[in-house]
């Protein structure tokens, strides 16, 4: 690794981009992306680079005759080549960041594959080819799949530990289909209980798990229509297209709620109390005097910062609770 940021320059940025081989490089991902190797320095898995070098190659098999081990040998490059990154610069960048931090990651390799660069026009069609289809995965199944982040993993264990919410709550895609038979996708769950327990200090995730769902069960039991989803009486997608108690932004909005009740007390009976009155609020979409311009913007929920104040605004003046 230690001699990818020699070998691999990016001295592009000034350059326009009709002028350049790749994007230009967000100074911002680097960080976190170096975080990433320097925490996880046993576990870390970077894709391979892809550059283009502009020089005549050479290649040596290590076998002579025919067969898949004449692929195999050795790549003999000049020292006088330059490499053009098609795609990693970032990944370069955050290896340059992590060994300023940690020079003992310098012996460990990454794959790189390689193209002779035949002009700019051919690197700079590769990187529309090699960026056409990526797709970013769902937040969903980010924090389904992610077992780094001890959030992730106490939401998952909330969820599967509660046979309501296992049964109501998308695991995979973030957004729900009109047919679909599910109330919540694991993402809003996972925004909404990362602001419930903030700053809540507990001796074990166990512990902070029980929290969680307790309070989550004293959530649910304010909604009777969420019951009855679960027990087959109404369908999911009714309630999510006339009610808006089901959307991220409320959920996150009763997380952070949550949050103030939990700092006061650690008793579910006295959250109950304060939180019955969620059944007072008129929850319909089609109620505007209250949602429109706070949780929604021309009957569309919107989830900006500003909204999900709005919204924990209005909630705790129902529930009676203070205002920061």
Not at 180 to 202: M, N, Q, V, Y
């Amino acid at each position: 690794l230690r001699i990818i940021p020699r070998l691999f320059l990016f001295n592009e940025e000034e350059l326009p981009p009709e002028m350049r081989a790749q994007r230009s490089l967000n100074k911002n991902r680097v960080p976190e992306m170096a975080r990433y190797i320097v925490e996880n320095a046993d576990s870390y898995v970077f894709s391979a680079l892809t550059a283009s070098v502009n020089a005549v190659v050479r290649f040596e098999p290590f076998t002579g005759g025919s067969g898949p081990k004449d692929r195999i040998g050795t790549l003999t490059i000049p020292m006088s080549a330059t490499f053009v990154i098609n795609d990693g610069q970032h990944r370069r960048a955050a290896i340059q960041q992590a060994l300023a931090e940690n020079p003992d990651r310098g012996d460990e390799t990454i794959a790189i594959v390689m193209f002779i660069d035949i002009g700019l026009d051919r690197c700079q069609q590769m990187f529309a080819d090699l960026n056409r289809y990526a797709i970013r995965p769902a937040p969903s199944i980010g924090v389904l799949y992610d077992h780094r982040d001890p959030m992730a993993e106490l939401t998952r264990m909330v969820v599967m530990g509660n046979p309501f919410l296992r049964d109501v709550t998308e695991m995979e895609s973030s957004s729900l289909a009109q047919r679909s038979r599910k109330l919540f996708t694991l993402s809003a769950i996972h925004t909404a209980t990362g602001s419930l327990l903030e700053e809540i200090t507990l001796n074990s995730t166990d512990e902070r798990v029980a929290l969680a769902s307790a309070y989550w069960k004293v959530v649910a039991d304010q909604f009777p229509i969420w019951q009855q989803v679960y027990r087959g009486e109404i369908t999911a997608g009714e309630v999510r297209r006339d009610f808006i108690h089901t959307h991220s932004i409320v959920l996150h909005a009763l997380g952070r709620v949550g949050n103030t009740l939990l700092r006061e007390s650690s008793e579910p009976k006295r959250w109950e109390r304060t939180l019955r009155k969620l059944r007072e609020i008129d929850w319909h979409r089609t109620n505007s005097d209250t949602w429109e311009g706070r949780a929604t913007s021309g009957g569309n929920v919107s989830k900006s910062r500003r909204n999900v104040d709005l919204t924990t605004a209005y909630i705790r003046t129902v529930l009676g609770m203070p205002l920061p």
